[in-house]
């Protein structure tokens, strides 16, 4: 396939002439041909428009007719697997088989959310029949659901091309709610974001609906994605990133007339607490199976493991030396933008910089490749200072020693919000994990036992967020279906006549769903 390197506005294409950019080869370092022209204002605007006039067609649609898009996506997605295969791994650096896996997982997540709407409980269908003779005052009757919000911008991940981007859990989310989606495209994977917008164009097509459900825009830099944010039609945002960039786009929608919410992934150092029994039983292979995780995807998972607490003792000089072996032996590997490996060598020159920091490992980091590096300082020093427990998204993590059990927990106490925490642990260490457990679920989306954070399953269950700084609202997961929720809002409908209300709530139950009537959950 050959690109053309314009915006997709609704059916049409953009037009060349503003600021132009190309993808990049990290790891050959050499830039990727075509040139990619930015959106223009007006195509912004354009964009918006569509997406403004198609949300009602889209809303009104009924949840099998939504089923069916979203499994027209998915094939088309498969369908140009071929077209992924010859561009995304020049435009990321990641492996053939890696681009098949997410190419495999962002089918997926549009065929879950297609099965989520199938079945259609997810609109939590609430019925309170009305109570005439109620004394002192009747009840009128009262029923709601969950609603599409609205147009809804999607900023492309740099680390997922496929799952985190164009056609990702974002994406897949937001038309499942039944909003219209304007993605930016992230300029490290362009091509690979054009790929991925022609095959949700062609199921647009294939479905008969509005060109405005899905437009994609080329950005430059942030001048088009801070513009996307501004325009009034846009009623919510995805993003998947670092924390400056998801915390700038908060504050411009904020700042709108109307403020809007941003459902902001924003990384994590995702902390490994190391219990005594479990470090005394088997040092070595933790170590090995940590190394692993902290090295996979030359770290450059939200889910990378940055931070790692165990209580010396028996087994922990022996965890401590094989795990600075394994990541001493690994090569650089690519990573996946220029200025993505600058942030990572800057942020382990810091660590190195320090004098309350001892270096176990340092490799050598240059141009756009990222060696491995392990620091090591004590729990009062990881409680003191804040820039310890800041994410460095890149293969590089900091072992904090812990005198005992009450300090380990102590550090758990100290951390911000996080995505993920786990917990490596012995039945002899159930009591201290007893303890360190309300503390963790306090702090983070998901708690893991003996298993390692990187890896994050699509299912119904997952929780991909935490509390603030981890995501912009700890309430919400970005993987899995409970993603939905992030783009719908509740609507009560108050004595309407039973012809006008949507199917999910008329007395007949037409669509056979499981509601909440007048206080019961019931299928009838």
Request: net charge negative.
């Amino acid at each position: 396939m050959s690109w053309m390197g314009l915006s997709l506005i609704g059916a049409e294409r953009g037009e060349p002439g503003g600021p132009t950019f190309t993808g990049w080869n990290p790891a050959e370092g050499v830039a990727l041909e075509p040139r990619f022209h930015a959106a223009r204002p007006h195509e912004v605007e354009r964009a918006c428009s569509l997406a403004a006039e198609a949300a009602p067609s889209l809303a009104a649609l009924s949840s099998r007719q939504r089923a069916v898009f979203l499994e027209h996506i998915a094939e088309a997605l498969l369908a140009a697997e071929a077209d992924f295969l010859a561009v995304t791994p020049k435009e990321t650096g990641l492996p053939p088989a890696r681009i098949q896996g997410e190419l495999g997982r962002a089918a997926g997540q549009f065929r879950q959310f297609a099965r989520l709407l199938e079945e259609g409980s997810w609109v939590d269908a609430r019925i309170d029949h009305a109570l005439p003779d109620r004394k002192p005052l009747p009840r009128a009757d009262l029923r709601s659901m969950l609603r599409p919000v609205g147009p809804v911008a999607v900023f492309g991940a740099s680390n997922f091309p496929l799952a985190f981007s164009v056609a990702g859990g974002d994406t897949a989310s937001a038309l499942a709610a039944g909003c219209p989606v304007v993605a930016k495209a992230h300029p490290a994977h362009p091509a690979t974001s054009e790929c991925a917008a022609l095959a949700i164009r062609a199921a647009v097509v294939a479905c008969g609906l509005h060109e405005g459900v899905f437009s994609l825009l080329f950005d430059a830099g942030t001048e088009v994605g801070a513009a996307l944010v501004r325009h009034p039609a846009i009623r919510s945002v995805g993003f998947t990133g670092s924390r400056q960039g998801g915390q700038a786009l908060m504050a411009l929608a904020a700042s709108r007339p109307l403020p809007i919410p941003v459902f902001a992934e924003m990384g994590s150092i995702n902390p490994i607490f190391v219990l005594p029994e479990a470090l005394a039983a088997r040092p070595e292979a933790m170590a090995d199976s940590l190394a692993a995780s902290i090295l996979q995807g030359a770290g450059q998972f939200c889910t990378s493991p940055g931070l790692v607490v165990a209580v010396e003792g028996p087994g922990f000089e022996a965890f401590r030396a094989r795990l600075a072996e394994k990541l001493g032996a690994a090569a650089p590997a690519p990573m996946l933008t220029p200025n993505i490996a600058e942030r990572f060598r800057e942020g382990v020159g810091r660590l190195a910089a320090r004098t309350d920091t001892r270096t176990c490992v340092r490799g050598e980091s240059r141009a756009a490749l990222g060696a491995a590096a392990l620091f090591e300082a004590p729990a009062t020093v990881v409680l003191a200072e804040h820039a310890l427990t800041e994410e460095v998204f890149g293969s590089c993590a900091v072992l904090t020693p812990a005198k005992d059990a009450a300090e380990l927990v102590r550090v758990a106490l100290g951390l911000e919000g996080q995505l993920t925490a786990t917990v490596l642990m012995d039945a002899g260490d159930t009591a201290v994990a007893a303890e360190l457990f309300p503390v963790l679920t306090d702090r983070v989306g998901r708690v893991l036992v003996n298993g390692v954070p990187t890896g994050v399953e699509v299912c119904p269950a997952m929780v991909h967020g935490g509390p603030f700084p981890a995501s912009s609202d700890g309430r919400f997961t970005a993987v899995g279906t409970g993603a939905i929720r992030r783009f719908v809002r509740p609507v009560c409908y108050q004595d309407v006549p039973d012809a006008l209300l949507p199917a999910e709530l008329r007395e007949s139950n037409p669509l056979s769903l499981w509601r909440t009537v007048d206080g019961v959950l019931k299928r009838e």
